[in-house]
């Protein structure tokens, strides 16, 4: 079993920055794609950024540039930087044990494993 645990969700102005952190518990050596999600109310669950076993990663048009995805010590982060109020949602943590794309994959449907989410909200 696999169990994701987010934090670092929060509230920040406009163009500031923040951190979120994914931990993964259980059997960690069976993952071999990760990604983070995003939920604002009233929409659709949307990709936002992805990395695969090797390290390679892809993001969605909206947070080119913005945000950056890494892993270190057993920890998946997600930094966005130059917050915009378009960015409000509710961010998940998703893994999944099958094989991905190169640079993993942003579609809900490739996830078996999700956080419970932490809430980013983004204030002009």
């Known amino acids: 079993q696999v169990q994701l645990v987010e934090s670092g969700g929060g509230s920040v102005q406009a163009g500031g920055s923040l951190r979120l952190s994914c931990v993964v518990y259980?059997?960690?050596?069976?993952?071999?794609?990760m990604a983070w999600f995003r939920q604002a109310p009233g929409k659709e669950r949307e990709g936002v950024a992805a990395?695969?076993?090797?390290?390679q990663t892809k993001f969605a048009d909206s947070v080119k540039g913005r945000f950056t995805i890494f892993q270190d010590n057993g920890f998946m982060y997600l930094k966005l930087d130059s917050l915009k109020a378009e960015d409000i949602a509710m961010y998940y943590c998703?893994?999944?044990?099958?094989?991905?794309?190169?640079?993993?994959?942003?579609?809900?449907?490739?996830?078996?494993?999700w956080g419970q989410g932490t809430q980013v909200t983004v204030s002009s």
């Open positions: 990395i695969d076993h090797s390290g």
């Open positions: 998703a893994a999944d044990s099958s094989y991905a794309p190169a640079g993993g994959s942003l579609d809900t449907a490739s996830f078996r494993y």
């Open positions: 259980g059997y960690t050596y069976s993952i071999l794609h």
